[in-house]
């Protein structure tokens, strides 16, 4: 596939995530500005709440297990739960068991691809957009970079891909509470707009928020485009640097398909460096 193809798909697909999320954001305005549709998801907001509040302890635990899954698959989202968290726990409790639920769900994702591997990560992410993704992560070789790549990719991505790249723990950890909280602080408001019926601000959060992410992924894209990993899909891995992790005699792993190598002599394999500077060839 063409370098112009590859970057027009993900493109392609930035897009249309960003067109289901306007969709979205526009209907549930929509609910809340047609009063008596606002009623109906009122009316069953208060039947949970009561039971909420009297097993407020597993409610919270059910909340932030739910919180968690939303950032682990493409296919669950914790947009419908999080006003009835908000109007039971208020809006700031709401935020941190939010906050709390994305940061497990990424780390779960992360341990994921660290300890089990491609194999299992791939019953989570299409094969395909897994290696893409991949492959944009390696360069990431400093916190900025790390920081930039959880917020310009879909939220089950990180996880998955920079638990199989070697990112540090605690790079990752830093990266994805920064990287969720703005859009944690943003789902609490869009809750608590929407429960107060104020669907103008609803909109203008809503609004921001995905044009923040749509600067954030162009951002992201000239990075990779600077970095020339949209190049050819054989081409091999790039080390990590600063926030890579390191094998036992010290030397960095590399990110490559063991695949990308067969047939390739070994004086034309991608050179890393061991602690004294020296290289050595990368034996698959």
Same mark, same amino acid.
């Given at each position: 596939m063409h370098v112009a193809d590859r970057d027009n798909r993900l493109t392609w697909q930035h897009r249309r995530r960003i067109l289901i999320l306007l969709a979205m954001i526009g209907a549930i305005a929509a609910v809340a500005a047609i009063e008596p549709f606002h009623r109906v998801a009122r009316s069953a907001i208060a039947i949970a709440e009561p039971v909420i509040r009297q097993h407020a302890v597993i409610g919270a635990v059910v909340f932030v297990l739910l919180s968690a899954l939303s950032a682990m698959v493409v296919f669950f989202s914790t947009a419908v739960i999080t006003p009835v968290a908000v109007d039971v726990f208020g809006p700031l409790t709401a935020l941190l068991l939010l906050w709390l639920g994305w940061i497990l769900g990424g780390l779960a994702a992360y341990a994921i691809g660290?300890?089990?591997? *491609?194999?299992?990560?791939?019953?989570?992410?299409?094969?395909?957009?897994? &290696?893409?993704?991949?492959?944009?992560?390696?360069?990431? +070789?400093?916190?900025? *970079?790390?920081?930039?790549? !959880?917020?310009?990719?879909?939220?089950?991505?990180?996880?998955? +891909?920079?638990?199989? =790249?070697?990112?540090?723990?605690?790079?990752?950890?830093?990266?994805?509470?920064?990287?969720?909280?703005?859009?944690?602080?943003?789902?609490?408001?869009?809750?608590?707009?929407?429960?107060?019926?104020?669907?103008?601000?609803?909109?203008?959060?809503?609004?921001?928020? +995905?044009?923040?992410?749509?600067?954030?992924?162009?951002?992201?894209?000239?990075?990779? =485009?600077?970095?020339?990993?949209?190049?050819?899909?054989?081409?091999?891995?790039?080390?990590? $640097? $600063?926030?890579?992790?390191?094998?036992?005699?010290?030397?960095?792993? +590399?990110?490559? &398909?063991?695949?990308?190598?067969?047939?390739?002599?070994?004086?034309? *394999?991608? !050179?890393? *460096?061991?602690?004294?500077?020296?290289?050595?060839?990368? !034996?698959r």
């Open positions: 660290r300890f089990l591997g *491609r194999r299992v990560v791939t019953w989570f992410l299409d094969p395909k957009k897994l &290696h893409e993704y991949e492959r944009r992560a390696a360069r990431l +070789v400093s916190f900025r *970079r790390v920081l930039l790549f !959880q917020l310009a990719v879909p939220s089950e991505i990180p996880g998955y +891909v920079l638990g199989l =790249s070697g990112c540090r723990l605690r790079t990752f950890i830093a990266a994805t509470a920064l990287g969720e909280l703005p859009f944690a602080i943003g789902a609490v408001y869009l809750g608590e707009s929407f429960l107060q019926r104020n669907y103008l601000l609803l909109l203008a959060i809503g609004i921001a928020g +995905v044009a923040f992410s749509w600067a954030v992924f162009r951002r992201a894209t000239a990075m990779w =485009s600077s970095d020339g990993v949209s190049g050819d899909a054989r081409a091999p891995g790039v080390l990590h $640097d $600063d926030q890579c992790d390191r094998s036992a005699d010290g030397k960095a792993e +590399v990110l490559a &398909h063991p695949e990308e190598y067969r047939g390739v002599r070994a004086d034309q *394999r991608p !050179q890393d *460096r061991n602690r004294n500077g020296e290289s050595r060839n990368v !034996q």
